[in-house]
């Protein structure tokens, strides 16, 4: 198994050296100085070998990476920081939009729906406010993504979900935080992407998806964002930002 990746390994980065000449001189003039960040799937192939599909649906083949030892596992979402070398072509790999090399790969806390528990929803699933911007809530590739800021001490590790409490009202969700009183010491971020494969088919339609939870100031808010069982229908073009945006609140279940 070792030499296989190894032999596929140096198989994919020829296919990139014949390629990247002529991409480098194209009217995109990829630069191995620009990077892009993006928020995307993981696919794995093997215990190591894996790619990476965006929100828009491309699909990202890691040519070279400063992270060999990443571990990929299936419904993982990822913060991801690449570089593009080159753009789609079809080889005995696949076909691919774009072989990159990464920069940087950190996996974000992946869940599904958690069940709904009635009464004791408080108790478990908590009622701690965080604070969501409209631009750091969205649905690509079946998750729903959130970006968020909360108080955090750094003693306990915070419990995020996502619940379904009214089964009349499918497309009204609740984002529970439960800091089980970790003290409040410092504003921290956290992310945070749910599995939406659970939801009922929307058939084809775009529908309203809104979620609930507690605000510091507003009390109970929600966020309304589109969601389509289709995955192809809904996206998100990545960024061209060198900052990861990246969580500091370290422990997240």
């Not at 010491?185 to 084809?204: E, M, W, Y």
């Not at 309304?224 to 069982?229: G, H, I």
């Amino acid at each position: 198994m070792k030499t296989v990746r190894i032999f596929l390994g140096i198989v994919c980065m020829m296919l990139v050296s014949l390629t990247l000449p002529s991409c480098l001189d194209d009217d995109e003039g990829y630069s191995l100085g620009k990077m892009w960040i993006a928020v995307a799937t993981v696919v794995p192939e093997n215990e190591r070998v894996y790619y990476l599909r965006l929100d828009g649906g491309d699909t990202l083949w890691p040519a070279a990476t400063d992270y060999p030892n990443y571990e990929p596992k299936t419904n993982q979402r990822a913060l991801v920081n690449f570089t593009i070398l080159a753009d789609s072509m079809q080889s005995n790999l696949g076909g691919f939009s774009y072989y990159v090399k990464v920069n940087a790969i950190h996996d974000i806390l992946t869940k599904p729906i958690a069940p709904d528990l009635g009464a004791e929803n408080d108790s478990i699933y908590g009622t701690d406010p965080v604070s969501i911007l409209a631009d750091d809530i969205w649905v690509g590739d079946g998750f729903l993504n959130i970006y968020f800021t909360a108080q955090w001490g750094g003693r306990e590790a915070h419990f995020l979900n996502l619940i379904q409490p009214d089964p009349a009202n499918p497309y009204t969700l609740e984002f529970r935080h439960n800091a089980y009183d970790d003290p409040q010491v410092t504003s921290g971020s956290g992310r945070v992407a749910f599995n939406l494969g659970s939801l009922p088919d929307t058939k084809g339609e775009t529908v309203d998806l809104t979620i609930y939870y507690e605000d510091p100031q507003a009390g109970r808010t929600s966020h309304t964002v589109k969601y389509n069982s289709d995955k192809r229908m809904l996206s998100r073009p990545m960024s061209g930002d060198t900052s990861n945006d990246m969580s500091n609140i370290t422990d997240l279940k």
